[in-house]
Every structure is written in structure tokens, then in C-alpha cells.
């Protein structure tokens, strides 16, 4: 389907980051330019505009005298990546705890009912209930510059793209441990779960990459 858009670059944009978080280009495979420019109906300027802004947000990487790639995400990469959820998440949600309703309690609670003494859990839609989950609490939060970066939402997809590091039944009771804070109030616990949410994930991934190292 052709793109028809007073700014095309930002089009091009938004339909190339779907196509990238949805696997429809693989990580590390390369984005061929003419090919791409001719399946959206545009020229190369915009194009290229729109690779760039792709690069801005960490999806592609520009090698020179190649050409433009999707990001690989390497263990290394997934480390830097759950270091800035760390952070980010900590602050999003000692906030959310402060100014959350009743009614978004009852949402965040529901998005992990399906999986509650299930010995065996769809991953996909484990997956698409956690992304919910941390992408509602940045929301809830209300920090404006939290929800204008949309890089900030891109390293949380960026640690979804190759699946599940940690299996749900150690993550499903963490998710309900901060949930559980967030409901009584104690922003200062939900916060310190929420880091340690992250950290269990990287000291995981610390693991893994000293293991090939060696």
C-alpha cells in the first residue's frame, strides 16, 4: 500500500517502525533501499529521512559504504537497555503510585488474570500484557518528558524483540508484587520492586554474556 502524506519522511517512519517491531524485518538484515521506496510509493529523500530518525531512536544502524541494517540486539545491548528501564521505570512508577485511580488498578490487575494458576502460558500474549503493563505505568505516571522521548518506548520494545528472557512463572509474580505496592500506596516499595524486577533480568543477562565470553 502506497503512503500519501503531506510529510512523507514521517510516514514512512511510522510504517518502517511497525514493519521492525513486528519482525517483518528481521534484526540485522538490510534495508534495501530501492526495493523499500518502491513497495511504500515514495522517493529516497524521504526515505532516508526516515531511516535517520529510525537510527535516532536506536531501531537501525547506519554502517558506512553499506547501508542501513536493523538493529541487532545482543546481550550487551539488552543489558544497556534494561539499565535505562531500570531508571526510567523506577521514577514512572514510585509517580504512578501517587496518582493512580481505582479504575487503572482494576486494568493493570486484569491484564495478568488470564495467566493466574495456569501451568502452561501463551508466551505471546504473556508478552503483549507485559509490554501493556510497563508501557501503562510510564502513562500513568503523568511525567511529561517520560511520554514525550519516544525513544523511551523504543528501549522497552527493544527488550521484548527477542522474546522472553525470564520465564513467566518467575516474572508473573514480580508483575504482582508491584502491583500489590501500587494498590496500598507505598510508592517507595513499588519503586524498589520495580528495580529489582530489572535487575534480576540483567544479572541474568550478565550471566549469559559472560558465559560466551569465556
Known sequence: MEIQHTD???EVYKRLKAMILAKEFKPGEKLKQ?????MLGVSRMPLHKAFQMLE????VENFPRRGFFVTEIDNTKLIDAFECREALEGVA????????????IKYLKSLFQ???????????KYI???????NSILKISGNQVLQKFEIIKNITAQTYRGGLIREPAETLPEHLEILDAIE???SVLAEKLMRRHSLK???LLKEKLKSTEE
Open 34 to 38: 530501492e526495493q523499500i521506496a518502491t
Open 128 to 134: 503483549e500484557a507485559d509490554q501493556e503493563f510497563h
Open 56 to 59: 535516532n531512536e536506536m531501531l
Open 93 to 104: 512508577v514510585r509517580r504512578a503510585t501517587k496518582v493512580i485511580t481505582s479504575g487503572e
Open 184 to 186: 496500598k500506596g507505598d
Open 8 to 10: 512523507l519522511s514521517v
Open 114 to 124: 488470564p495467566f493466574g494458576g495456569k501451568h502452561k502460558i501463551d508466551v505471546k
Open 201 to 203: 533480568t540483567q544479572e
